[in-house]
């Protein structure tokens, strides 16, 4: 039940007694609610790790924010929309021309650490709460059971602890690690290192994966975070400590970082091998769906993004969301479906400019298409050969394009592409009209869960650090693995299997699974492929005259907002931003 992690608690703690007397006028309170008396027993707090998942929801967290707004920077999409001043924000992070003074890199950053205050506040409290819980139980059972539900709890809130702490080291690289509460103290922590922030999250999921469950054992509490979501975003803090160690040799901004392609390797296998995931669409299954204009079954990576893949079998850790109407302060449903469906289309009669419910953000660039067809030339030692970039079943489900077909209502258009420079779409979040465009209460609606960690991403995260640690046919079966599910997704017999492998093809295949995702621009950063791939490209909304000018040892992370400055005298930024 995607509702049950969804509902972000509204603590109402004020009651208020008022009787009628001659001196209504000189009423007094006859109680004043506090912290101290909402937190009474768990039920009181469990609504507190409930408003920690909420965080998750927020639009200037990872919905828009992360999946677009940052994405821009990486060289496989643009922001788009109705033109070059439309979302400045994020068109000036898109150029990097940005500054510490962009008021949407300040909310990213301030709720991130709001999500991080819930869960502290949760941790700071649970032992109080236990002890007054165990007070009242009478029987052995319930005590193990209410221990059991606390100790799951407690274990779910170091999972967030180092999910947020890890978005805030991959776009702002050190920051203060918060865990602990109290006195204001958040306004005089310095910044930790890269390696201090990565340390923490390892030791919060190494703390947190014994008491979790598996993602088998949620039954209507989809959305949790569960072993299989911790051991992966390990595998990955540990793939991105050792990436940094590796590629920054000198730079003092990563200092102590240590590689640990082991450990990355160990936990993501972990998760491969639990057998709660799988690559959907695999044996090539068909499933049925409205998104398709032939009315015949689509393939699994066609079907992974759809409302009906929600929490599917590919699925390792989503944001749930909803389009029930209700709300509730716009925190239920995701703003992806309408900032990334085309804006425009043609009518059964071929008129132009006919309305297709989008704004048309986040556009993909000729430089993906051309890697859909591995001719991308800043490729190099890519052990695939150059086709058409059609024939890779992924592409059509990630872009869309002169002659595509969008559904408004019942029927199905021909895509218009107006005043998109890229005359390209992304296509990952597109809804039905009885799904969205039909039932809407507000934008904020779109009821396609936001994919954040997929059981793709965990494989090639296993190729990886097999190929790093010297396993060169391990990491050959999990790249092919991956281009299995694709290949069995359509009826091209491509991509075809490779026979030797090659950083590059790691590189380029993590390019192409989780295109338009949220990834490229981060691995791009821990690679140290900048120079090689953003610095130079061009944008199709800018010109051809208008070239990136990506300044290593600055650009690979956004400063810390001025706002956030002036108030913490502690801070420092790095070098490059002062």
């Known amino acids: 039940m995607k509702s049950s992690i969804k509902y972000i608690a509204a603590l109402l703690l004020a009651s208020f007694l008022v009787g009628c007397s001659e001196d209504f006028l000189d009423l007094k309170p006859l109680g004043r609610p506090s912290t101290e008396s909402f937190y009474t027993d768990f039920e009181s707090l469990d609504y507190t790790a409930t408003s920690a998942y909420g965080m998750l929801c927020s639009r200037d967290v990872y919905d828009i924010m992360y999946s677009i707004g940052f994405q821009s920077a990486s060289d496989d999409s643009e922001v788009g929309g109705e033109n070059t001043s439309d979302w400045p924000e994020f068109q000036v992070i898109d150029r990097f021309t940005h500054t510490t003074k962009e008021a949407r890199i300040h909310r990213f950053y301030a709720y991130v650490y709001k999500g991080i205050r819930m869960t502290n506040e949760f941790l700071t409290r649970v032992d109080e709460i236990r002890e007054i819980e165990n007070a009242k139980i009478k029987s052995p059972a319930e005590h193990d059971a209410t221990n059991a539900l606390i100790d799951l709890r407690i274990a779910e ?302 494989v090639l995260m296993a190729a990886e650090a097999a190929y790093e640690e010297g396993d060169m046919g391990e990491a050959l079966a999990y790249v092919n693995r991956v281009r299995t599910r694709a290949r069995a997704s359509g009826d091209t017999g491509y991509p075809e299997d490779l026979s030797t492998l090659s950083f590059e093809d790691i590189v380029h295949e993590r390019r192409l699974e989780l295109a338009m995702e949220s990834s490229r621009f981060f691995d791009l950063v821990r690679w140290n492929l900048t120079e090689q791939f953003i610095k130079g490209t061009t944008l199709a909304s800018m010109g051809e005259g208008f070239i990136i000018d990506f300044e290593s040892g600055k650009h690979e992370f956004l400063p810390i907002p001025a706002v956030i400055m002036q108030k913490n005298s502690a801070l420092e930024q790095y070098q490059a931003w002062k």
Not at 297 to 305: E, K, S
């Open 157 to 458: 809130m170091h999972y967030l602890q180092a999910f947020y702490h890890f978005t805030l080291v991959q776009v702002y690289g050190g920051v203060p690690i918060m865990d602990v509460l109290g006195g204001g103290e958040e306004q005089s922590m310095a910044r930790s290192s890269i390696a201090e922030v990565l340390h923490f999250i390892e030791s919060e999921l190494e703390a947190a994966i014994p008491d979790l469950k598996e993602k088998s054992e949620l039954d209507l509490n989809q959305g949790r975070a569960t072993k299989g979501a911790a051991r992966a975003l390990l595998a990955k803090a540990y793939l991105y400590e050792s990436s940094y160690a590796k590629n920054y040799g000198g730079d003092s901004r990563f200092a102590d970082c240590e590689t640990k392609y082991d450990l990355a390797l160990k936990y993501a296998e972990d998760v491969i091998l639990s057998e709660e995931y799988l690559l959907v669409g695999e044996n090539g299954e068909r499933f049925p769906s409205w998104n398709s204009s032939t009315g015949l079954p689509v393939g699994g990576f066609r079907w992974m993004f759809t409302l009906d893949g929600d929490n599917c079998d590919g699925s390792v850790f989503e944001i749930q969301s909803l389009n029930d109407g209700a709300e509730w302060t716009r925190s239920r449903g995701n703003y992806m479906t309408v900032y990334t469906t085309v804006r425009f289309c043609y009518a059964s009669d071929g008129t132009p400019g006919q309305s297709a419910g989008g704004w048309s953000f986040n556009l993909p660039t000729k430089y993906l298409v051309a890697a859909f067809g591995n001719k991308d030339t800043r490729e190099t030692g890519l052990n695939s050969s150059p086709v058409d970039e059609d024939l890779d079943p992924r592409f059509a489900t990630t872009v869309g394009r002169a002659g595509d077909l969008v559904k408004v209502g019942s029927e199905w258009f021909e895509m218009d592409f107006q005043n998109l420079p890229t005359e390209t779409i992304s296509r990952k979040y597109e809804c039905s009209y009885d799904e969205y465009w039909g039932s809407m209460y507000d934008f904020h609606g779109g009821p396609i869960n936001i994919r954040l960690i997929r059981f793709a991403d965990v």
